[in-house]
């Protein structure tokens, strides 16, 4: 490894000594030697640091590199910045046995990191908090107006499609409703009925104590009816295929598929948007309705088997107990949490930067905030439902 | 292992050496027993024709494509013998500039440098800030840009990072996959201009894979040419004008060559 200088140093690599000085009257002598790398480049800063602070009352400092084995732009910089630590002083040092291999690194770094570096101000704390509250309520006004004009921008193509049925890409929309619908279906029948079971089990466990078993049928009905047939499905599609929407169509914006489509003249929301948003609101009330029915078969089962209430009386019992509006309940609530979710989705894919860190904060951000719009929706409905007293 | 200075001349060190290199995919063999020797502080230009394995070549050497048959020595060490510790040493002395940069997109112009400083040096703050800087002006860059996201920079920018987070821990190697594609001539002229001053400077042995005449004319010292999955000749400029291989006359003194146009050059 070691060409030159072996001789003229004749240290080794451990406990290596890259710099040495020796002071005569107001004359410094430095004398660097080793292998001046990147490898050893936090110990020769040190080393620098020490000695140019032993500088003291020296006038003329001559620093002699002839005996340095090895140097890389590291080691090249440590030398620059030690010239420039003494002429910092007042003292212009002289630099000599500047091998051939050399000179070119030592000349090109004279000519780097002239600017002072500026550091880095960070705000005090409270103004820090302030900028982050500021940002935060900005993104949110943000969110619901880019959330408020791709609705407008969906109205309007809706429009264009309705007057030119011929617009509507259909054969998009039909893969869409399979990759959102049909392929959806085992996971989503698999979770309602579950927790349809679990609903009638725990109705059955504690009403039972005030022997009103019975009524665990209403319970489950109305429940499973209105409010967490949709809602599962609404959050299982969230998770499931809004992340997908905002995956897909962030990286096409990442990669400026959407720039290439606009130049051609196509709009992004109806080659894009429309198919994505068209699918969800026909598979979200198939998704809820197939669910409703697989919660209810659920805790009919678990009525049966576990609270000993035969299906006759279980489905008599239903019959009774719940009427049509429950079931309109839940599936008129559907295609709205379907648009919500898809708008959602859309906004946030489009809304992906160049980075692929942006592109997984948009996906959290698509389904953090559909889930969370399509629970405060529930809450409108439940509201609006038990003013009109449906 | 050489001082950093370049080591040209007789008995030249031979840095990369390829022995019968067979790489494909599927049923293809794209590289087939190909062999190449690479000698320290040279500049390779390496050329085909689209498709026709230069890129597959450098990946493998870099060990991210796996070898169907033969050798590939990095620094005298059987690549895909090597233990792990070996590897990640050899992978320390070189840097690879990928064609489209492959800078990390979450992190600044700042970070992206600084990573594999930070990941094999420990150096204090100050200084891995200044270095930052140093390496930017190295490759032409101002200072003002380090704190800029990937996604900010433009393509010529972008191919100056990349080069400057490959050339971070001062590789001895680097190799680089088409620099000066995407750039206007000027752009790539002072890219050229830089990778021989940095070769200069440094004592690099560069691997360039390249379609760039003007780059293969102004820096490479030596040029090799990749077809039918080997080496079909290796040499300077000079023997590349004067072969008659028919490929070799198409693509050296076809119309696009500046040799075809001598008088312009000269002019």
Redesign the interface.
Known sequence: MVKYGQDAVGRGVNGETFLQSKASGDRLELAAGGAWVARHAAAIEREIDARAAEAGAARAVRIDISAIERLDTFGAWLIERLTRTFRAQGIEPSLAGQSENYRALLAEMQGVNLDEATPRALPNPLRRGLIAIGKTIDTVIESFLSNASMIGAITATTGRVLLNPSRMRFTAMVHHLDNVGWRAVPIILLITFLIGCIIAQQGIFHFRKFGADVYVVDMVGILVLREIGVLIVAIMVAGRSGSAYTAELGSMKMREEVDALRTMGFDPVEVLVMPRIVALLIGVPILTFIGSMAALYGGGLVCWLYGGIDPDIFLSRLKESITIDHFKVGMIKAPFMALIIGVVACVQGFAVKGSAESLGMQTTASVVESIFLVIVLDGLFAIFFASIGM | ??????TNGKGREVVIEARGVTVGFGDYNVLNQLDLDVYRGEILGFVGGSGSGKSVLLRTIIGLLPLREGTIKVFGIDTRAASGAELRSIERRWGVLFQHGAL???LTVRENIQFP?RE?????E??L???V???L??VGLK?DVRDK????LSGGMTKRVALARA?A??PEIVFLDEPTSGLDPIGAGEFDNLIG?LQ????LTVFMVTHDLDSLHTVCDRIAVLADGKVITAGTMDQMLASEHPWLKSYFRGKRSRASAPTLRTS
């Not at chain 2, 996201?149 to 900010?152: L, Q």
């Open positions: 292992m050489a001082a950093n200075g370049a990390f997109s979450s400083i094999y040096l420990h150096l204090p100050k200084m800030d200044e270095l800087v140093t390496k002006e190295m200072a996201f990937p996604s900010e050339l821990i001062d001053t200069r400077t440094l004592g």
